[in-house]
């Protein structure tokens, strides 16, 4: 048995100290400035010793991950959806496709309860429930060739609660999109600087891609550096655009930005992984990793202050004006990405098992991307609570709240409790070279803000602007990798669902079954986006409840598989480690979805506010913050789609952990009776590090290999 040696000792102690010294700072401070670092130093420490310890004993001892066993890329490798991915690009593609709105949006509109309950949720969540979560359904579906979570559902659970989860992850991946998409558009529209950097990022990912399959095979560094320079050219190329006659060309209305991205979501699906998916979000990686880690050395650097209060009024009142609701069940349903989200499992289950080397970098993939999102999260929600209270609350109440002038929106604040002036506002404004920062919901925006604050006061008020329109572009680019990579993942869910009626479907590749589902997939969640950009409740804040519920009821499935797989393949005793979050995920998501079918308060119960409207429109009377009698018929129409689909999700969920739980109970009673659906094992031939950088001993094996074929290094 090895033992550590006291250098390692010794530097995780001091990795462990930093983290709780974290904690305690923002625990205990009450009516006291507190910096921003401290939130950064909680963060780190308790990743660092989380993944360094907790993933290790998963990986190891619990799901006893085998490098000698061949994966689905390397066994049905067909150049399309299979194909042996380098872990470093593959590491970049999970966690673009993972990290899209989520972590922007969901820390920046829970801000509002204050910093305190969203970073604890966001950092213990993701160590105990979200990493884990991800990691175990990537290596049950690289078991299984790479099946979708309904799939497996239906396999493993039985026909009837396998049914429920093939409907209800697929409804749930469908109104996830929609919201993905709404947030591009919210970040994009009419800005001419956003819109053609973001364009310009599909011509570098396929050069890219083309780089690496055909001219340059396995030159991974040369085309970092190449795509990097070509992004950042992009990004200054944004500003000339914006400020010369091409303007008006790149300046798109938000329902013509509906179009492009529906468009542009079916093209992305049906190509080869090579040619845009994996590098694009390789490419973004970068991006976001780099940005990220450049903000929290400028937190240590700059110590920004935390303006938000821990925890604000409307944490028990429940009224806030960026979303209704009280702390609990909404910080944990609102918080989603970063801490723990359903939507990981169908990438941890879609494409990422399809592309995986080796089942021993299901660690790095798994858990490691998901700590990488945290960051994400906990960094957005530092920007959200570094600025003045009362910009937060300007830009992330809907217009019908804030009003559309400066004066209105002053009033509008002050009425929240907080205060900024008109000239405030609109020196913010002019501060990132934006007509107006009201009502610029989404999450992006509010980053965004942050990220030039902080940013500028290391290189200079005059690079402000600049900054801001970076961070947007950084935003929109990932947001637009899971858009794609979740329409692929989508697809592959719809195949799998009709396979079962017609066997065809069963082949991924198939043309005309990746055509028809393709189009269908962008179709359904082009249809909520389209609802959501004629929101006039504002569509973020509308949508994003129930984004958020039918996040969490697709984790509750996914840890329901997990644990019934667990338990099913002889690890009865370590099934806890899924078990435990899925109690806490279900019961904080089914309480959220019972306030909002049944709620009878109308700015929390979807039904409550249909019958107040309909009610409304019988008297021939017109209720803010709708304008017309169409946006009154509006409100109603999207409130009943709402409130049905979430009774009819949570419903699917609660049969889809019975059936679990009955499958469960029969296997410790009669373990004999159980069938297993994993694909036979077939010895590797391939050599590939477990980590992100080789160790002695993978070097030594990869050196054997090259020698045994004859290959110089």
């Known amino acids: 048995m090895r033992t550590a040696n006291p250098r390692s000792i010794v530097i995780w102690s001091l990795v462990a100290l930093i983290g709780a010294a974290g904690w305690t700072v923002l625990a205990l401070a009450r009516d006291e400035e507190v910096s921003a670092a401290w939130m950064v130093a909680a963060a780190v420490g308790s990743y660092a010793v989380a993944y360094r310890f907790y993933s290790k004993f998963i990986a190891y001892k619990v799901l006893k991950v085998d490098k000698r066993r061949a994966t689905p890329a390397e066994r049905l490798d067909n150049g399309i959806d299979f194909h042996p991915t380098d872990r470093r690009v593959l590491l970049g593609h999970h966690f673009a496709a993972i990290a899209g709105a989520g972590p922007l949006v969901g820390p920046v509109l829970a801000a509002q309860m ?17 990493a884990v979560q991800d990691m175990v359904v990537l290596f049950f579906s690289t078991r299984r060739d790479g099946k979708s979570l309904g799939q497996m559902a239906r396999e493993e659970i039985g026909p009837f609660g396998g049914a429920a989860a093939l409907l209800a992850t697929f409804a749930i991946m469908i109104i996830l999109l929609g919201v993905l998409a709404l947030v591009v558009v919210n970040a994009l529209a009419e800005s001419p600087w956003g819109t053609f950097s973001i364009a310009m990022t599909v011509p570098i990912a396929l050069l890219m891609g083309f780089y690496l399959r055909v001219l340059r095979p396995g030159r991974v560094s040369e085309v970092s550096l190449i795509g990097v320079a070509l992004l950042l050219l992009a990004l200054v190329g944004g500003r000339w655009v914006a400020e010369s006659s091409l303007a008006d060309t790149f300046t798109l209305a938000p329902s013509t930005l509906v179009i492009w991205l529906v468009a542009y979501g079916f093209i992305a699906s049906i190509l080869p992984v090579w040619m845009l998916l994996a590098p694009r979000d390789y490419l973004s990686t970068f991006m976001k990793i780099g940005t990220i880690v450049l903000l929290a050395l400028g937190v240590v650097v700059t110590l920004p202050t935390l ?6 009024d409307f944490a028990s009142r429940g009224d806030g004006p960026v979303f209704a609701g009280s702390l609990f069940p909404f910080v944990f349903i609102t918080i989603a990405c970063g801490a723990l989200s359903g939507f990981h499992a169908l990438i941890s289950s879609g494409t990422t098992p399809k592309m995986i080397q080796k089942e ?113 572009m950084f935003e929109a680019l990932f947001i637009l990798t899971a858009l794609d990579a979740g329409t692929r993942v989508g697809r592959f869910m719809l195949q799998d669902m009709l396979g079962n009626l017609h066997k065809p479907f069963r082949n991924m590749s198939w043309k005309p079954g990746l055509l028809l589902t393709s189009a269908a997939v962008t179709g359904l969640w082009g249809y909520f986006l389209w609802v959501g ?52 995920d279900a019961t904080v998501t089914l309480t959220a979805s019972w306030q909002k079918v049944f709620s009878d308060d109308p700015r929390v119960g979807f039904f409550q506010q249909r019958a107040d409207y309909r009610d409304a429109i019988a008297d021939g009377k017109i209720l803010p913050p709708a304008k017309t009698m169409d946006d ?66 993978e070097k030594e094996e990869e050196r054997r290999e090259r020698d045994r074929e004859g290959v110089t290094p």
């Not at 910093?115 to 979200?130: E, H, R």
Request: hydrophobic share 50%.
């Open 114 to 130: 204050g910093y305190l309950p969203g970073t604890i949720w966001i950092i213990a969540g993701v160590i105990f429930a979200g």
């Open 307 to 312: 303006k938000m209060d821990p925890v604000t």
């Open 360 to 472: 021993t970098q299901v660690r790095m993939v798994g858990y490691g991307s998901m700590l990488m999102e945290s960051a994400v999260a906990v960094m957005a929600l530092v920007a959200a609570s570094i600025i003045d209270p009362g910009l937060y609350f300007a830009m992330n109440a809907p217009a019908g709240v804030v009003g559309g002038t400066v004066q209105e929106a002053s009033k509008a604040v002050a009425g929240f409790g907080y205060t900024i002036s008109p000239a405030d506002l609109a020196q913010a404004a002019r501060q990132v070279e934006e007509s107006s920062l009201l009502s610029r919901t989404g999450g992006a925006p509010t980053l965004a803000v942050g990220v030039s604050e902080i940013f500028s006061k290391v290189t200079g008020g005059s690079l402000r602007a600049f900054w801001y329109h970076f961070a947007i």
């Open 533 to 584: 950009v004629h929101e006039p409740l504002g569509g973020i804040n509308q949508l994003f409840p129930i984004f958020g519920i039918a996040n969490q009821l697709l984790a509750a499935v996914a840890l329901a598989v997990c644990t019934t797989l667990l338990v099913k393949s002889g690890r009865l005793k370590w099934a806890w480690i899924t078990a435990v979050p899925l109690a806490w």
């Open 632 to 697: 009154m018929h509006t409100v109603v129409t999207n409130s009943t789609v709402d409130g049905v689909l979430s009774a009819v999700l949570a419903l699917l969920v609660v049969v889809v952990i019975v059936d679990a739980a009955r499958v469960c109970v029969r296997h410790v009673r009669a373990p004999g009776a159980s069938r297993l659906t994993e694909a036979p094992y077939v010895e590797s031939r391939l050599t590939a590090p477990a980590g992100l950088f080789a160790t002695r001993e």
